[in-house]
């Protein structure tokens, strides 16, 4: 019987792929690498592109990940995969964003009617107007 | 004979709206079990990541990540997530009164606060107050992505580095069952040591590609992104099962009212013919 290493792939948002595999590759940031059962601890950053994962000498699966982290331990890889493509200016830009539009909502606050707000008081105001005639009605 | 015309048209108006929160409690049903899987599905990657660190901690001794340093805290982050809409309960109200207490404590300690916010109702209740937002993203799906949040996560990640905040906390609501949501606080920096302790026999440490500060900031940030994210999607099963239960009280109140109407319908009904009768007898009587 051949050696197996235990895989697991996962994103933040769902598992990929869990199960056994005779050898697992992926792009590093450094080159690509193939990691056979019993590989010494190891961890790296991947880049965008293809992890592979020889479940049998005939079966192989393919995934595409967009970055993250592989990890290794003689008888786990975990494959910690982003959901999208990060780069840091991209990351800032989104960073800017959140930061805008918080400072814009907090500049029109006089101008344009609070609409969240304004439906509570409203749903409050309703409720207190049931109840009075709630009370008018057990009262007569 | 015009008896009780109001009550008619209240009856029917009142049943109108049942139909609507029938829907809306029928909607919130298969929802909630879709962002339930979808909570789930998010578990195993903050199992697998937290489980690295707790290794790269204990196999790394000598690289000290500010994000696992203590210091003395002057002002806190705080990342609070909220619902988009409303009619959903009390479940966004009974996480501010958590977060509010939170911040008087604060407040006494002369500690001050930024808060970046995810969902509208939460911008809306904490720029009231005038809290100082500092991020915000609004109007997510219901089915968010890591892409959605990481702007804001960045935003306070970044002042944790620069020393502009010196904690981070994730206020939050916990799924306990569909009845129940707990509201919290929870800190997510600086990660404490107790939390990392774990008994490996033997010392090792891993190889580092390129080298281990920059693994060790990436998994860091990807580990804090990765708790936030799943509160968020936490947060929405929970608000889709609170207004459910919501949906389903409105619908029995609007029962019940519906029955008391009808009640009051039916006397109504029955005396003015009761006191036709009488008129007509009476009348016939005095021929």
Redesign the interface.
């Known amino acids: 019987m051949t050696m197996t290493v235990h895989v697991?792939i996962?994103?933040?948002?769902?598992?990929i792929y869990?199960g056994l595999a005779e050898m697992v590759f992926a792009s590093?940031?450094?080159g690509e690498v193939g990691i056979a059962p019993r590989h010494?601890?190891?961890?790296?950053?991947l880049t965008p592109g293809e992890v592979r994962v020889k479940v049998t000498e005939t079966e192989q699966q393919s995934f595409y990940v967009s970055g993250g982290?592989l990890?290794v331990?003689p008888h786990v890889v975990?494959v910690?995969a982003?959901?999208?493509i990060?780069a840091k200016d991209i990351?800032?830009?989104?960073?800017?964003?959140?930061?805008a539009?918080?400072e814009e909502?907090?500049s029109d606050?006089s101008g344009k009617i609070?609409y969240?707000?304004a439906?509570?008081e409203l749903?409050e105001a309703i409720m207190q107007l049931r109840t009075l005639e709630k009370l008018r009605k057990r009262g007569m | 004979m015009a008896v009780g015309k109001e009550i008619r048209t209240q009856i029917t108006s009142i049943k109108n709206t049942q139909k609507i929160t029938r829907a809306m409690e029928m909607v919130a049903a298969s929802k909630m079990r879709k962002t339930k899987e979808?909570m789930d599905?998010?578990r195993?990657?903050?199992k697998?990541?937290s489980q690295?660190i707790k290794?790269?901690a204990h196999?790394n001794p000598e690289y000290k990540h500010p994000f696992l340093q203590e210091r003395e805290v002057k002002r806190v982050g705080v990342i609070i997530v909220s619902s988009d809409r409303?009619l959903c309960g009390g479940l966004n109200s009974n996480l501010f009164r958590v977060i509010l207490k939170h911040f008087q404590e604060w407040e006494q300690a002369n500690i001050e606060i930024d808060v970046?916010?995810i969902g509208?109702?939460g911008?809306?209740?904490f720029?009231?107050i005038n809290a100082n937002?500092?991020?915000?993203?609004?109007r997510l799906s219901d089915m968010p992505?890591?892409?959605d949040l990481?702007?804001?996560i960045?935003?306070m990640l970044?002042a944790f580095y620069q020393k502009g905040i010196d904690a981070l906390y994730l206020a939050s609501n916990e799924f306990i069952n569909t009845m129940t949501q707990k509201p919290g606080v929870e800190k997510l920096l600086p990660i404490s040591a107790t939390e990392l302790e774990e008994d490996l026999s033997g010392y090792?440490?891993?190889?580092?590609?390129?080298d281990a500060q920059?693994?060790l900031d990436?998994?860091l940030s990807?580990f804090v992104?990765?708790i936030v994210?799943q509160g968020l999607v936490e947060n929405n099963a929970c608000e889709q099962s609170a207004r459910m239960v919501a949906m389903k009280s409105a619908s029995d109140n609007a029962g019940n009212i519906m029955d008391e109407l009808q009640l009051v319908y039916n006397k109504a009904r029955q005396a003015a013919i009761t006191q036709e009768i009488s008129e007509i007898v009476s009348g016939a009587a005095a021929v």
Do not use: C, M, N
């Open positions: 697991d996962v994103s933040a948002e769902k598992e869990s590093a940031e450094l010494a601890p190891f961890i790296t950053k982290l990890e331990q975990t910690l982003d959901t999208a990060r990351d800032e830009a989104a960073a800017l964003d959140a930061k539009r918080a909502s907090l606050k609070d969240a707000k439906q509570a749903a | 979808k599905a998010t195993p990657y903050s697998k990541i690295i290794h790269l196999a409303g970046a916010i509208s109702k911008v809306s209740f720029s009231s937002i500092v991020g915000q993203v609004t992505h890591l892409e990481t702007g804001l960045k935003l970044d090792w440490d891993y190889l580092y590609e390129p920059e693994v990436i998994l990807r992104e990765a994210y």
